[in-house]
């Protein structure tokens, strides 16, 4: 059992910033990747940022220059600096990694519960 508990999210307004974090803990043997998703009302959820464990991250276009994700391996712990919010930010954001829970097991997908953003016009 992996669990994954985020905070952060809330409403800010355009042009403002915030930060969300993101522990995970439980049977953890190791962790590949950590990624950060958002789904607004009614469009598929997509994948915002991502970090692999060699710490390379990718971004969407949209949040290019704007949004940061960083890793603190130590504590399993992902993270996401947004700066320069603009109001199609607005979604659930949600955290997820990859986690091998043993020794020579297999990679499985876990979700957080998900957090807020409401970026104000």
């Known amino acids: 059992q992996v669990q994954l508990v985020e905070s952060g999210g809330g409403l800010v307004q355009a042009g403002g910033s915030l930060s969300l974090s993101c522990a995970a803990s439980g049977s953890i043997f190791s962790i590949n990747e950590m990624n950060w998703y958002r789904q607004a009302p009614g469009k598929q959820r997509e994948l915002v940022a991502g970090?692999?464990?060699?710490?390379?991250?990718n971004y969407i276009d949209s949040v290019k220059g704007r949004f940061t994700i960083s890793r603190d391996y130590a504590k399993n712990t992902v993270f996401l600096r947004m700066n320069s919010l603009k109001y199609e930010d607005t979604a659930v954001y949600y955290c997820n990694a990859r986690v091998q829970n043993y020794r020579g097991g297999p990679y499985r997908n876990y979700w957080g519960q998900g957090t807020q953003v409401t970026v104000s016009s």
């Open positions: 970090i692999t464990n060699g710490g390379s991250a």
